[in-house]
Structures are given as structure tokens and as C-alpha cells.
């Protein structure tokens, strides 16, 4: 087992900035990879980024590639998603989610982006983008 527990979220104007974070607790953090979702209202959750289990390895939506980023730290346990340049549409909760490793070899960008293939989720953390 594995508890999320995401912090971070926030009003901000268009443009700003906010960084999430979500802190994990439980079994060994390397052994997942991670991902952050979003789910706006009367909309399906949707993957906006994922990372490796060694951080080497980072994905992202069409939207969030060059103002979003991915990162983390394993001596922490804590995955970090960091937001410039935001938009109204950006606007949503922001969920972050663990996925088992079995094997820690490559993997492309679609093992990451399915939401029913990861394990543990987070409550959840709002991100209000005002125009």
C-alpha cells in the first residue's frame, strides 16, 4: 500500500505559476512510476504528465509539453509537478497517481497514460486559473 496526499493547488491569475506537490508514504517510493491527471468539470480525467521510477524518463499531453513539469525526488518521496504559463482551461483537479513497476525496463509514453493502469491516487488538489 501507498498513501498520496497532493499539496500545491490554488488560485492564480492567467500566466502565473503554481507547483504541485504530492507526498508519498508506504512501501519504497522507486518502486512506482507517477503520474499527474486532471479532471475538470462534466469532463473525464485526462493524463497531463507522467516520470519514470528513476526520474530519467518524463511524458506529457500536447497542452502541458513546454510549460509544465515533471519531477521527483526519491529521497523525499515526493513527486513535484510544476505549472507556468497557466490557462483558464487549466483549471481542474489535479490528481497524482502511482503506478506498480514490475519490470524496470523502458517503456513508452502510452504505459503512462492510461488512468485505470495506475495503482494508488491522491485526494486530489484544486487549480483555479482566473482570466
Known amino acids: 500500500q501507498v498513501q498520496l496526499v497532493e499539496s500545491g493547488g490554488g488560485l492564480v491569475q492567467a500566466g502565473g505559476s503554481l507547483r504541485l506537490s504530492c507526498a508519498a508514504s508506504g512501501r519504497t517510493f522507486s518502486s512506482y512510476a507517477m503520474g499527474w491527471f486532471r479532471q475538470a468539470p462534466g469532463k473525464e480525467r485526462e493524463f497531463v504528465a507522467g516520470?519514470?521510477?528513476?526520474?530519467?524518463?518524463?511524458y506529457y499531453q500536447d497542452s502541458a509539453k513546454g510549460r509544465f513539469t515533471i519531477s521527483r525526488d526519491n529521497a523525499k518521496n515526493t513527486v513535484y509537478l510544476q505549472m507556468n504559463s497557466l490557462k483558464p482551461e487549466d483549471t481542474a483537479i489535479y490528481y497524482c497517481?502511482?503506478?506498480?513497476?514490475?519490470?524496470?525496463?523502458?517503456?513508452?509514453?502510452?504505459?503512462?497514460?492510461?488512468?485505470?493502469?495506475?495503482?494508488?491516487w491522491g485526494q486530489g488538489t484544486q487549480v483555479t486559473v482566473s482570466s
Open positions: 516520470i519514470s521510477w528513476s526520474g530519467g524518463m518524463t
Open positions: 497517481a502511482a503506478r506498480v513497476v514490475v519490470s524496470r525496463g523502458p517503456k513508452g509514453s502510452s504505459w503512462y497514460r492510461g488512468a485505470a493502469q495506475y495503482d494508488y
